[in-house]
Nanobody
């Protein structure tokens, strides 16, 4: 079992950057695929990005390609989501989640979730 805690959210203006971190405890993040999801106003968990347990594979939602980068810091047992050129539509509660060996965009494939960190992008 793994526990996840997100940090790094905040209030920024359109075009700014934020760096979200997902800190794991209990087990190393290299044991899991880690995904980032944004909770929509309708409470739906929308896929943002994911990185495989080995770190060799990444996948992004079309809406964030070229703007967001996901990476692992194994020494810190952390997964980082670098968010550049932020847009108002990126606003939401961002959760990281741990799943199996394969990257999925379906949130139901992820067993462990952090409480989330809030990102607000003003226009």
């Amino acid at each position: 079992q793994v526990s996840l805690v997100e940090s790094g959210g905040g209030l920024v203006q359109a075009g700014d950057s934020l760096r979200l971190s997902c800190k794991a405890s209990g087990r190393t993040v290299s044991s899991y695929t880690i995904g980032w999801f944004r909770r929509s106003p309708g409470n739906e968990r929308l896929f943002v990005a994911a990185i495989s347990w080995s770190g060799g594979n990444t996948h992004y939602a079309d809406s964030v390609k070229g703007r967001f980068t996901i990476s692992r810091d194994s020494a810190e047992n952390t997964v980082v989501l670098q968010m550049n050129s932020l847009k108002p539509e990126d606003t939401g509660l961002y959760h990281c989640a741990a799943g199996g060996e394969v990257i999925y965009t379906n949130p139901a494939r992820y067993a462990y979730w952090g409480p989330g960190t809030l990102v607000t992008v003003s226009s």
